[in-house]
């Protein structure tokens, strides 16, 4: 879960401003979803709303939201990360 690419190889491979794909795996309780929904919005203008879809396991216990907000830099890609990493719910990051 500590996973988090180095702005070197996010430069490499993606052009900024753009769209950056995050997949947040966590608890389907306590409104895990808004939770990850909120925490993206929260660093974007007031006027974005960053695409995104759920999709739960077999058993109903997780969820997997995957999530892709146009973002302005390989640094806000890992402060993104960073503070997903923060929710509380998160079994897994990617």
Same mark, same amino acid.
């Given at each position: 879960m500590d996973y988090a690419p180095s702005v070197e190889l996010l430069e490499a491979t $993606? #052009?900024?401003?753009?769209p950056y794909m995050f997949k947040v795996v966590g608890h389907t309780s306590d409104n895990f #979803?808004?939770? #990850?929904v909120s925490t993206v919005r929260c660093g974007l203008p !007031?006027? @974005? !709303?960053?695409?995104f879809s759920t999709r739960r396991t077999a058993n109903g =216990? $997780?969820?997997?939201? %995957? +999530? !892709? *907000?146009? @973002? *302005? %830099?390989?640094?806000?890609v +890992?402060? @993104?990360?960073?503070? @997903? =990493?923060?929710?509380d719910g998160v079994v897994m990051l990617f």
């Open positions: $993606h #052009v900024f401003p753009g #979803v808004g939770r #990850v !007031e006027d @974005l !709303e960053p695409a =216990r $997780h969820v997997c939201v %995957t +999530i !892709e *907000p146009e @973002l *302005p %830099t390989a640094e806000a +890992i402060e @993104l990360y960073a503070r @997903l =990493r923060d929710v």
